[in-house]
Each structure stands twice: as structure tokens, then as C-alpha cells.
């Protein structure tokens, strides 16, 4: 069935650091695939998003790469910084039919001042 | 302008009983998707509404029922509620024909006794 891994569960990085997060999705219709960033006790909020037709996507500190054929997908955040601290959650998605989004099991990030 | 809205912001319930979940969606979406949050785990897709009818469903047992209103808000039932469905219930809304994600609201935590 549909399944998105995510890893890895937990990363400590020294601030001004990259931090890498890696997702792997089974449905090779997928063909959206956004991250969020959740901080404790707080809502879900999209920080960056690729679709199939692009390999990479940029936004200032941080960057989403995408290989279809391999169905991976990755989170880079260069230059971290304690405000960066929170649980990431990759998901991928079918859109144009429900736009239903799987999710990752997310990946605590810790940025050590 | 509005995002995402829930209410309650919390809830306790006793084994047994009955809950309903509201969400108001964000300015000028239509769509209204509803996910599961479990502690320390990725948000599982409950249903999602459109024009009124649940399109799509999760695997999710009938004890979770849903509604969408002429408004587009929607309401989220669980009956004969059991200690596993205490979780974050978050509510999520979009576009129909939109290009972008999902915007979250902050969610209802719900804890059964």
C-alpha cells in the first residue's frame, strides 16, 4: 500500500551546520511531495514543496531534491539555526485526484547552539 | 485573514462516549481534510470532504464519520470512543483544483479515559 519512510527519527546538528532529512515513497503515481515543519504543541506548517517535473527546489536556507526513479525525496537546511528546531514531516501525494498526503514519522531536528 | 480553525483546543471523554470535531477551512478553500495525530507519530488521513460528500477515506473504521457543510466547515464524529483514538485530530484545508499544500489548523486534542 502506500507507505512514505522518513529518516532519520531524531538529528543533532551544531548550529551554522547542514542537516539532511531523506524520505523514501512506494506509490510511483505520487507526484507531489511538500514538507512541514511542526514545533511542539503547535500546527503542521508547509515549508517547502516539489513536484515530479522538478528535480530540485530551492528557498533560501533550505532545499528539496527529488528522484523519481529511485522514489526519493530530501530535505537540506544549510547554515542551521536554533530557531530551526522542530519536527520535520516529509508526505507525498496523488494530486489532481483526492490530493490525499501520506506522511513520513517525521524527524526530530535539534540545532545545539 | 482567518486560517485554519478548531474547536475545541481540547477535550476529555470517557471510554464510550461520542465526540464531534469542528473546523472552519481558510478563506476561499473548499476542501476540508481531517488526519489523525497519534504522540510522536506522522498525521494519518482520516477522510476529506468536498461539495458535501466524503471523497476520499483512510483506513479508518466507521466509528469516524464525518460532515461538510454549505460553508465548506466540517465536523469530524467519532462514537463509542476507545483509549487508541486519543490523539491530536488535525484539520487541514485546501483547494480543490489548488497547486499548493495543505493549511493546518492547530488541531483538537482529544484524550479518552
Known amino acids: 500500500g502506500e507507505n512514505v519512510e522518513q529518516h532519520p527519527s531524531t538529528l543533532s546538528v551544531q548550529e551554522g551546520d547542514s542537516a539532511v532529512i531523506k524520505c523514501t515513497y512506494s506509490d510511483s503515481a505520487s507526484n507531489y511531495f511538500p514538507w512541514y515543519k511542526q514545533e511542539l504543541g503547535k500546527r503542521p506548517q508547509l515549508i517547502i514543496d516539489i513536484r515530479s517535473n522538478v528535480g530540485e527546489k530551492k528557498d533560501q536556507r533550505i532545499a528539496v531534491t527529488l528522484n523519481k526513479t529511485a522514489k526519493h525525496f530530501s530535505l537540506h537546511i544549510t547554515e542551521t539555526q536554533p530557531e530551526d528546531s522542530a519536527v520535520y514531516f516529509c508526505a507525498a501525494s496523488i494530486r489532481g485526484a483526492t490530493n490525499k498526503l501520506i506522511f513520513g514519522t517525521g524527524t526530530l531536528l535539534a540545532v545545539q547552539p | 485573514d482567518a486560517g485554519v480553525t478548531q474547536s475545541p483546543t481540547h477535550l476529555i471523554k470517557t471510554r464510550g462516549q461520542q465526540v464531534t470535531l469542528r473546523c472552519s477551512p481558510k478563506?476561499?478553500?473548499?476542501?476540508v481534510s481531517w488526519y489523525q495525530q497519534a504522540l510522536g507519530q506522522g498525521p494519518q488521513f482520516i477522510f476529506q470532504?468536498?461539495?458535501?460528500?466524503?471523497?476520499q477515506r483512510g483506513n479508518f473504521p466507521d466509528r469516524f464519520s464525518g460532515h461538510q457543510f454549505p460553508n465548506y466547515s466540517s465536523e469530524l464524529n467519532v462514537n463509542a470512543l476507545l483509549l487508541g483514538d486519543s490523539a491530536l485530530y488535525l484539520c487541514?484545508?485546501?483547494?480543490?483544483?489548488?497547486?499548493?499544500?495543505?493549511?493546518f489548523g492547530s488541531g483538537t486534542r482529544l484524550t479518552v479515559v
Open positions: 470532504y468536498y461539495e458535501e460528500e466524503e471523497r
Open positions: 478563506s476561499g478553500h473548499d476542501t
Open positions: 487541514a484545508s485546501s483547494l480543490a483544483q489548488g497547486s499548493r499544500g495543505y493549511t
